[in-house]
């Protein structure tokens, strides 16, 4: 079974600053893929990034980057100059080889200063 | 393109009342989950369908629980009875099969509250 740790309940960060968002996880499979989601105060659940375990170079889109170090099994989210909207709750997410089942970790709550 | 789309968006109802939670996937998607989100739990995946048929349900936390999928466009969640500790946030989400990222797609969500 795979397993997702975030271990930053909430986080602050000082807008147009970077922020690093911890995630690590714990599975047997060869191929997985991990996920980064955004669930702002309203609640809809928000696709981020994408990183496949194959894949070499790190997953970019716009100012989320994810950092993936395959052999310490994590998969830190960056997001660049930040800004108020970004305040947020982030979810780590991971599926196993058969793409089907997603495993969430227990989120980040991200709050951006103006 | 239309999202998953999930109803009602609120629900409040009685303890030992039965509630019904419908979903619609996105045309084309051959999986569909049920998560359910609270403060203490965060998200937890009740079931799962791989092409209309049931493929995981140990996340379901009791027989009060069923899920449904009657054909790839509609699916169910009932709580019969229903209890205070049953109030939570219930996502449906869908997502192509082996698609490019593997991607879930959300609806926005049933928030119930069971008094």
Known sequence: AQKITQTQPGMFVQEKEAVTLDCTYDTSDQSYGLFWYKQPSSGEMIFLIYQGSYDEQNATEGRYSLNFQKARKSANLVISASQLGDSAMYFCAMTGYNFNKFYFGSGTKLNVKP | ?115
Request: glycine share 8%; hydrophobic share 35%; charged share 25%.
């Open chain 2, 1 to 115: 393109d239309a999202g998953v789309i999930q109803s009602p968006r609120h629900e409040v109802t009685e303890m030992g009342q039965e509630v019904t939670l419908r979903c619609k996937p996105i045309s084309g998607h051959n999986s569909l989950f049920w998560y359910r989100q609270t403060m203490m739990r965060g998200l937890e995946l009740l079931i799962y369908f791989n092409n209309n048929v049931p493929i995981d349900d140990s996340g379901m936390p009791e027989d009060r629980f069923s899920a449904k999928m009657p054909n790839a466009s509609f699916s169910t969640l009932k709580i019969q009875p229903s209890e205070p500790r049953d109030s939570a946030v219930y996502f449906c989400a869908s997502s192509p099969d082996r698609g490019r990222t593997g991607e879930l797609f959300f609806g926005e969500g049933s928030r119930l509250t069971v008094l």
